[in-house]
């Protein structure tokens, strides 16, 4: 009985410990986490993040200013169906007319397969309370322009005049000038979010059903247990499905994009 409840601690201490917490969070380097840039002050920038955490379900656990330029968020998604979650907004003045964002998430538990980072998705959520004039798009942000004339451009920006924005369709190409009214529409990269979670699911289900019917196949009729073979066959195939299925939705990327709005003419 000791041995078997020094092992069960073996194994669930290091797990326990573990686990992200708002001091891990706030000790991360200032530079970790996905970047963006915004033309709005860091007490703007603040209020609208902490917004968009919590209509993604995030309580704020901490707002702090490390100094007069640069604004902290911590927020905690307590834990669901699913891990819960820890995400941190830094944001802290980089040029004269810029302000850097930078977002990242971990989740409670570390040792977890299938975490989505949220940056993408909580940068879109802020592009949404706010206007152009802090949006950008700025030069060497990766956009994708809408041609009245039809198709899509992509590309990342050289230069944006009132009424161009010239941008470079892949490296070592000519950069492209647009006249802005040529365009129905501009939107901005945020980012690409994995499939890994929605990958092991469906690789689960798949190796489930199949590995199910190859152990039904192979049961001989003498089996002392006739359901055995089904239920190792079932256990195979969710195993390996969902194994497989989590590697080809890691490599699966959906790029995330905010509609720029369109900006006034003076």
Known sequence: MYLRLRLLLAVLLPAAASCATVGMMRNLPPDAGQLAHYAASPDTLAAVAEGAMARQGFDIAEATEPDTSTRVVIGHKPQGLFNG???RVRIARDTEDLTAVRVITQPVQLITLGHRERAPRLFQAMDARLGAQAVGPWPGMRVRAVPRAGGLVFGSVVRLTPDTIVLQPRAGGAPQPFALGDLSGVAVSRGSNNHTLEGMVIGALVGGVVGTVVGSTSTDSGDWFPGLGRAIGTL????????????????TRTEVWSEVPRRPRP
């Open 85 to 87: 979650e820890y995400l």
């Open 236 to 251: 195979v195939g969710v195993s390996a499905g969902s194994l497989l299925g989590a590697v080809i939705g890691a490599q």
